[in-house]
């Protein structure tokens, strides 16, 4: 049973462009979370889907947005990047947003 | 003032100790609390979960809430060097409905 995998495992920007991660949540769970996580910090949350909507978002600005697809799979997407958005983007998937939250093992972003 | 608080630590102990590890939080709606540890470039991994105040064991793992304090532990008892990680406490209102909310993590290491 494969848990959750994220890509690509590291990503190097430049200040400005744009980012995409992608997460595919654990067999059978329909709600993807995502999270970022600093160096020395614990993971801060940014936005939840569920049915392929947003349901609840955290504090971060409007250039981070996101997407559900049908097969529950989701993607963050990155703007005008800044030195600041470097640090290790979790994915966590849940069923119905009940119970255990899945971590994945993350893609690292190092935005130079 | 962060909602969660968590002594960063790092926290070094010979191995056969208990480990007791804190964090205290200031939202009274906070109703799950979870205890997750991190490998190093790993994902954070669900050990424990209370609901409401009261304790929890599970093998060496022993995790206590006191919601009137707004206080909660993980005892590890034998500790082993495969212990040796980052350990978060997180919260919600409602158990993997809402966003988690992190602390900071404590390092932890046992040396043989």
């Known amino acids: 049973d494969a848990g959750v995998t994220q890509s690509p495992t590291h990503l190097i920007k430049t200040r400005g462009q744009q980012v995409t991660l992608r997460c595919s949540p654990k067999?059978?769970?329909?709600?993807v979370s995502w999270y970022q996580q600093a160096l020395g910090q614990g993971p801060q949350f940014i936005f939840q889907?569920?049915?392929?909507?947003?349901?609840q978002r955290g504090n971060f600005p409007d250039r981070f947005s996101g997407h559900q697809f049908p097969n529950y799979s989701s993607e963050l997407n990155v703007n005008a990047l800044l030195l600041g958005d470097s640090a290790l983007y979790l994915c966590?998937?849940?069923?119905?947003?009940?119970?255990?939250?899945?971590f994945g093992p993350g893609t690292r972003l190092t935005v130079t | 003032q962060k909602e969660v608080e968590q002594d960063p630590g790092p926290l070094s102990v010979p191995e056969g100790a208990i480990v007791s590890l804190n964090c205290t939080y200031s939202n009274s709606a906070f109703q799950y609390f979870m205890w997750y540890r991190q490998y190093s470039r790993k994902g954070p991994e669900l050990l424990m979960y209370?609901?409401?105040?009261g304790n929890k064991e599970d093998g060496r793992f022993t995790a206590q809430v006191d919601k009137s304090s707004k206080y909660i532990s993980l005892f590890i008892r034998d500790s082993q060097p495969s212990d040796s990680a980052t350990y978060l406490c997180a919260m919600s209102g409602s158990f993997g409905n809402e966003k988690l909310t992190f602390g900071t993590g404590t390092r932890l290491t046992i040396i043989p």
């Open positions: 889907y569920y049915e392929e909507e947003e349901r």
């Open positions: 209370t609901y409401s105040s």
């Open positions: 067999s059978g769970h329909d709600t």
């Open positions: 966590a998937s849940s069923l119905g947003g009940r119970g255990e939250q899945y």
